[in-house]
Protein backbone atom coordinates (compact mmCIF):
# COMPACT_ATOMS: atom_id res chain seq x y z
CA UNK A 1 0.00 0.00 0.00
CA UNK A 2 1.29 3.65 -0.89
CA UNK A 3 0.89 5.55 2.20
CA UNK A 4 1.38 9.30 2.31
CA UNK A 5 2.57 12.04 5.31
CA UNK A 6 3.03 15.29 5.24
CA UNK A 7 7.34 16.74 5.27
CA UNK A 8 6.05 18.12 8.46
CA UNK A 9 5.46 14.94 10.02
CA UNK A 10 8.28 13.31 8.55
CA UNK A 11 10.78 15.98 9.64
CA UNK A 12 9.20 15.49 13.74
CA UNK A 13 11.32 15.49 15.72
CA UNK A 14 14.21 17.16 13.86
CA UNK A 15 15.82 20.48 15.64
CA UNK A 16 15.55 23.56 13.06
CA UNK A 17 18.78 24.15 13.83
CA UNK A 18 20.60 20.87 13.41
CA UNK A 19 18.99 19.73 10.54
CA UNK A 20 21.36 16.79 8.28
CA UNK A 21 20.81 15.47 5.51
CA UNK A 22 22.64 11.88 3.73
CA UNK A 23 23.96 12.25 0.78
CA UNK A 24 24.18 8.91 -1.25
CA UNK A 25 26.40 8.96 -5.12
CA UNK A 26 27.31 6.83 -7.67
CA UNK A 27 31.03 8.54 -7.70
CA UNK A 28 31.99 6.15 -10.48
CA UNK A 29 29.46 8.68 -13.17
CA UNK A 30 31.05 12.22 -13.49
CA UNK A 31 27.37 13.51 -13.72
CA UNK A 32 26.98 12.23 -10.05
CA UNK A 33 29.96 14.14 -8.69
CA UNK A 34 28.78 17.37 -10.41
CA UNK A 35 25.26 16.75 -9.54
CA UNK A 36 26.67 15.91 -5.90
CA UNK A 37 28.88 19.13 -5.47
CA UNK A 38 25.83 21.15 -6.49
CA UNK A 39 23.64 19.17 -3.95
CA UNK A 40 25.91 19.89 -1.05
CA UNK A 41 26.86 23.62 -1.86
CA UNK A 42 22.73 24.59 -1.77
CA UNK A 43 22.09 22.07 1.40
CA UNK A 44 25.03 24.12 3.15
CA UNK A 45 24.96 27.59 1.97
CA UNK A 46 20.90 27.04 3.51
CA UNK A 47 22.79 26.05 7.00
CA UNK A 48 21.87 21.98 6.43
CA UNK A 49 24.47 19.55 7.17
CA UNK A 50 25.47 17.03 4.90
CA UNK A 51 27.17 13.37 5.89
CA UNK A 52 28.20 10.80 3.15
CA UNK A 53 30.02 7.61 3.44
CA UNK A 54 34.09 7.99 3.69
CA UNK A 55 34.59 6.12 0.78
CA UNK A 56 32.74 8.38 -1.33
CA UNK A 57 34.04 11.49 0.46
CA UNK A 58 37.42 10.69 -1.40
CA UNK A 59 36.24 10.94 -4.99
CA UNK A 60 34.00 13.90 -4.33
CA UNK A 61 34.92 17.71 -4.18
CA UNK A 62 33.70 18.39 -0.93
CA UNK A 63 34.20 20.92 1.43
CA UNK A 64 35.58 20.34 5.46
CA UNK A 65 31.91 21.24 6.39
CA UNK A 66 30.94 17.76 5.67
CA UNK A 67 30.99 15.10 7.92
CA UNK A 68 32.01 11.68 6.92
CA UNK A 69 30.97 8.17 8.25
CA UNK A 70 32.69 5.19 7.97
CA UNK A 71 30.26 2.66 7.67
CA UNK A 72 27.35 1.61 5.67
CA UNK A 73 24.94 1.09 8.10
CA UNK A 74 21.66 1.83 8.84
CA UNK A 75 23.04 3.74 12.28
CA UNK A 76 25.06 6.09 9.61
CA UNK A 77 21.89 8.08 8.83
CA UNK A 78 20.48 8.40 12.51
CA UNK A 79 19.69 11.85 13.47
CA UNK A 80 19.35 12.75 9.60
CA UNK A 81 15.93 14.28 7.91
CA UNK A 82 16.38 12.37 4.39
CA UNK A 83 18.59 10.36 2.30
CA UNK A 84 19.35 12.11 -1.16
CA UNK A 85 20.46 9.57 -3.74
CA UNK A 86 22.50 10.60 -6.89
CA UNK A 87 21.97 7.65 -9.36
CA UNK A 88 20.79 5.14 -11.75
CA UNK A 89 18.30 2.24 -10.67
CA UNK A 90 21.42 0.10 -9.40
CA UNK A 91 21.97 3.92 -6.85
CA UNK A 92 18.81 3.91 -6.07
CA UNK A 93 18.06 0.61 -4.50
CA UNK A 94 21.36 0.98 -2.39
CA UNK A 95 20.16 3.59 -1.29
CA UNK A 96 16.63 1.93 -0.53
CA UNK A 97 18.37 -0.55 1.72
CA UNK A 98 19.60 2.12 4.20
CA UNK A 99 15.80 3.93 3.51
CA UNK A 100 14.24 0.93 4.81
CA UNK A 101 16.77 0.09 7.57
CA UNK A 102 16.53 3.37 9.39
CA UNK A 103 13.22 4.40 7.93
CA UNK A 104 14.39 7.48 6.32
CA UNK A 105 12.85 9.23 3.26
CA UNK A 106 14.96 8.44 0.28
CA UNK A 107 14.22 11.18 -2.62
CA UNK A 108 15.72 10.28 -5.73
CA UNK A 109 17.50 11.74 -8.01
CA UNK A 110 18.40 9.35 -11.71
CA UNK A 111 21.34 9.90 -13.17
CA UNK A 112 20.71 6.67 -15.26
CA UNK A 113 17.87 5.83 -17.97
CA UNK A 114 14.68 5.24 -16.66
CA UNK A 115 14.91 5.76 -13.13
CA UNK A 116 11.34 5.24 -11.67
CA UNK A 117 12.28 5.13 -8.03
CA UNK A 118 13.53 8.54 -8.77
CA UNK A 119 11.91 12.00 -8.24
CA UNK A 120 13.88 14.30 -10.30
CA UNK A 121 16.12 14.43 -12.81
CA UNK A 122 19.78 16.00 -13.20
CA UNK A 123 18.09 18.72 -14.41
CA UNK A 124 16.05 19.67 -11.24
CA UNK A 125 18.78 19.48 -8.53
CA UNK A 126 17.98 23.61 -7.65
CA UNK A 127 14.23 22.98 -7.01
CA UNK A 128 15.73 19.36 -5.14
CA UNK A 129 17.63 21.62 -2.97
CA UNK A 130 14.92 24.13 -2.48
CA UNK A 131 12.14 21.65 -1.67
CA UNK A 132 14.25 19.97 1.11
CA UNK A 133 15.61 23.58 2.32
CA UNK A 134 11.67 24.26 2.93
CA UNK A 135 10.49 21.05 3.62
CA UNK A 136 8.19 21.16 0.67
CA UNK A 137 8.39 17.31 0.20
CA UNK A 138 5.82 14.23 1.23
CA UNK A 139 6.75 10.72 2.20
CA UNK A 140 5.07 8.12 1.02
CA UNK A 141 5.51 4.45 1.88
CA UNK A 142 6.41 1.35 -0.65
CA UNK A 143 5.58 -1.96 -0.57
CA UNK A 144 8.24 -4.33 -0.17
CA UNK A 145 8.57 -8.47 0.09
CA UNK A 146 9.87 -10.62 2.57
CA UNK A 147 11.43 -13.75 1.55
CA UNK A 148 12.75 -17.04 3.05
CA UNK A 149 14.02 -19.89 1.54
CA UNK A 150 14.01 -23.24 2.99
CA UNK A 151 15.91 -26.26 2.23
CA UNK A 152 15.20 -29.92 3.92
CA UNK A 153 12.80 -27.86 6.37
CA UNK A 154 14.97 -25.72 7.64
CA UNK A 155 15.23 -21.83 7.04
CA UNK A 156 18.71 -21.51 5.43
CA UNK A 157 17.98 -17.51 3.92
CA UNK A 158 16.19 -14.54 4.83
CA UNK A 159 15.77 -11.36 2.86
CA UNK A 160 13.62 -8.55 1.25
CA UNK A 161 13.06 -6.76 -1.93
CA UNK A 162 11.38 -3.27 -3.06
CA UNK A 163 11.30 -4.39 -6.66
CA UNK A 164 11.64 -7.83 -7.18
CA UNK A 165 13.09 -11.16 -5.51
CA UNK A 166 13.63 -13.30 -8.52
CA UNK A 167 14.38 -17.22 -8.65
CA UNK A 168 16.67 -17.84 -11.46
CA UNK A 169 18.51 -21.27 -13.37
CA UNK A 170 22.20 -20.91 -12.73
CA UNK A 171 23.00 -23.56 -15.90
CA UNK A 172 22.12 -22.00 -19.01
CA UNK A 173 21.69 -25.38 -21.01
CA UNK A 174 18.91 -26.75 -18.59
CA UNK A 175 15.57 -25.37 -17.52
CA UNK A 176 14.91 -24.71 -13.77
CA UNK A 177 11.77 -26.91 -13.00
CA UNK A 178 9.71 -25.97 -10.79
CA UNK A 179 6.23 -25.88 -9.03
CA UNK A 180 3.79 -22.70 -8.08
CA UNK A 181 2.19 -22.30 -4.96
CA UNK A 182 -0.57 -19.22 -3.91
CA UNK A 183 -1.77 -19.27 -0.08
CA UNK A 184 -0.81 -23.66 0.54
CA UNK A 185 -2.10 -24.55 -2.65
CA UNK A 186 -0.27 -25.60 -6.15
CA UNK A 187 -0.97 -23.72 -8.86
CA UNK A 188 0.71 -25.35 -11.70
CA UNK A 189 4.66 -26.49 -12.22
CA UNK A 190 6.43 -26.43 -15.57
CA UNK A 191 10.13 -25.87 -16.82
CA UNK A 192 11.49 -22.27 -17.11
CA UNK A 193 14.60 -19.86 -16.70
CA UNK A 194 12.54 -18.46 -13.26
CA UNK A 195 10.39 -16.81 -11.54
CA UNK A 196 9.44 -13.11 -10.91
CA UNK A 197 7.96 -11.80 -7.47
CA UNK A 198 7.37 -8.12 -7.63
CA UNK A 199 5.45 -5.49 -5.61
CA UNK A 200 3.45 -2.81 -7.79
CA UNK A 201 6.76 -1.23 -7.56
CA UNK A 202 8.54 -3.39 -9.22
CA UNK A 203 6.11 -4.11 -11.50
CA UNK A 204 7.84 -1.84 -13.99
CA UNK A 205 11.70 -3.43 -13.75
CA UNK A 206 12.63 -6.72 -14.12
CA UNK A 207 8.50 -8.22 -14.03
CA UNK A 208 7.98 -5.64 -16.70
CA UNK A 209 10.92 -6.81 -18.68
CA UNK A 210 9.58 -10.53 -18.18
CA UNK A 211 5.84 -9.54 -19.68
CA UNK A 212 4.44 -9.12 -16.81
CA UNK A 213 1.32 -5.84 -16.10
CA UNK A 214 2.67 -2.57 -15.27
CA UNK A 215 0.94 -2.12 -11.70
CA UNK A 216 -0.12 1.28 -10.10
CA UNK A 217 2.02 2.24 -6.83
CA UNK A 218 -1.57 2.77 -5.00
CA UNK A 219 -2.64 -0.82 -5.95
CA UNK A 220 -1.96 -3.54 -3.39
CA UNK A 221 -1.01 -6.79 -4.71
CA UNK A 222 1.97 -9.03 -5.10
CA UNK A 223 2.98 -10.38 -8.70
CA UNK A 224 3.93 -13.56 -9.90
CA UNK A 225 5.55 -13.69 -13.05
CA UNK A 226 7.30 -16.70 -15.25
CA UNK A 227 10.50 -16.54 -17.13
CA UNK A 228 10.56 -18.13 -20.37
CA UNK A 229 8.21 -20.82 -19.10
CA UNK A 230 7.96 -24.04 -21.53
CA UNK A 231 3.83 -24.33 -20.59
CA UNK A 232 0.85 -23.71 -22.43
CA UNK A 233 -0.37 -21.96 -18.90
CA UNK A 234 2.32 -19.67 -17.63
CA UNK A 235 0.68 -16.24 -17.26
CA UNK A 236 1.74 -13.19 -14.83
CA UNK A 237 -0.48 -13.64 -11.68
CA UNK A 238 -1.71 -11.03 -9.30
CA UNK A 239 -2.55 -11.92 -6.06
CA UNK A 240 -3.63 -10.51 -2.37
CA UNK A 241 -1.09 -8.33 -0.84
CA UNK A 242 -2.23 -10.93 2.70
CA UNK A 243 -1.28 -14.16 0.21
CA UNK A 244 1.85 -16.34 0.45
CA UNK A 245 3.24 -16.81 -2.89
CA UNK A 246 5.70 -19.82 -3.33
CA UNK A 247 8.30 -21.51 -5.92
CA UNK A 248 9.34 -25.15 -4.85
CA UNK A 249 12.81 -26.03 -7.20
CA UNK A 250 12.11 -29.55 -7.85
CA UNK A 251 14.81 -32.09 -6.68
CA UNK A 252 16.07 -34.00 -10.09
CA UNK A 253 16.47 -30.06 -11.27
CA UNK A 254 20.02 -28.12 -11.85
CA UNK A 255 20.21 -25.57 -8.49
CA UNK A 256 18.84 -22.13 -8.89
CA UNK A 257 19.85 -18.88 -7.83
CA UNK A 258 17.59 -16.14 -5.54
CA UNK A 259 18.36 -12.23 -6.61
CA UNK A 260 16.91 -9.91 -4.27
CA UNK A 261 16.35 -6.64 -6.55
CA UNK A 262 19.47 -7.52 -8.31
CA UNK A 263 21.66 -6.67 -5.66
CA UNK A 264 21.67 -9.90 -3.26
CA UNK A 265 21.89 -13.34 -4.05
CA UNK A 266 22.21 -16.55 -2.94
CA UNK A 267 22.70 -20.04 -4.28
CA UNK A 268 19.59 -22.54 -3.95
CA UNK A 269 20.03 -26.39 -4.07
CA UNK A 270 17.51 -28.89 -5.63
CA UNK A 271 14.55 -28.88 -3.40
CA UNK A 272 14.89 -25.91 -2.36
CA UNK A 273 11.43 -23.48 -1.49
CA UNK A 274 10.87 -20.08 -1.93
CA UNK A 275 8.20 -18.11 0.06
CA UNK A 276 7.40 -14.52 -0.91
CA UNK A 277 4.64 -12.21 1.41
CA UNK A 278 4.08 -8.82 1.81
CA UNK A 279 7.29 -7.13 3.39
CA UNK A 280 6.74 -6.25 7.42
CA UNK A 281 8.95 -3.28 6.99
CA UNK A 282 8.32 -0.52 4.05
CA UNK A 283 10.36 2.01 2.07
CA UNK A 284 9.76 5.50 2.81
CA UNK A 285 10.32 7.62 -0.43
CA UNK A 286 10.20 11.48 -0.55
CA UNK A 287 8.13 13.34 -3.44
CA UNK A 288 8.08 16.63 -4.41
CA UNK A 289 5.17 16.55 -6.28
CA UNK A 290 2.34 15.51 -7.36
CA UNK A 291 2.47 14.34 -10.68
CA UNK A 292 0.07 10.86 -11.66
CA UNK A 293 1.68 7.88 -12.06
CA UNK A 294 0.02 7.69 -15.45
CA UNK A 295 2.20 10.76 -16.61
CA UNK A 296 5.61 8.91 -15.12
CA UNK A 297 5.03 6.53 -17.34
CA UNK A 298 4.12 8.05 -20.22
CA UNK A 299 7.47 10.19 -19.87
CA UNK A 300 9.75 7.48 -18.82
CA UNK A 301 8.85 4.86 -21.45
CA UNK A 302 8.22 8.05 -24.20
CA UNK A 303 4.97 6.78 -24.90
CA UNK A 304 2.97 7.70 -28.01
CA UNK A 305 0.35 10.06 -26.81
CA UNK A 306 -0.24 12.64 -29.62
CA UNK A 307 -4.02 13.06 -30.78
CA UNK A 308 -5.16 12.27 -27.67
CA UNK A 309 -8.01 15.05 -26.85
CA UNK A 310 -9.01 13.90 -24.05
CA UNK A 311 -12.21 13.70 -22.04
CA UNK A 312 -15.31 15.37 -23.90
CA UNK A 313 -16.47 18.83 -21.65
Given amino acids: MESTTSSAEAAQGQDEGV ?39 A ?34 LRGAEFARASGVPMLGVNLGRVGFLAEAERDDLDKVVDRVVTRAYEVEERMTLDVVVHSNGDVVHTDWALNEAAVQKVSPERML ?11 TG ?18 FSAGGPVVWPEVEALLMVPISAHALFAKPLVTSPSSVL ?7 TPHGVLWCDGRRTVELPPGARVEVRRGAVPVRLARLHHASFTDRLVAKFALPVSGWRGAPH
Fill in 190 to 207: FGCDGIVYATPTGSTAYA
Fill in 246 to 252: AVEVQPH
Fill in 59 to 92: DLPLPDAVKTVKEATPQCLDGCELLIVLGGDGTL
Fill in 19 to 57: RTVFLLAHTGRPAAIRSAELVVQGLLRSGIGVRVLEAEA
Fill in 177 to 187: EVVLEIDGRPV
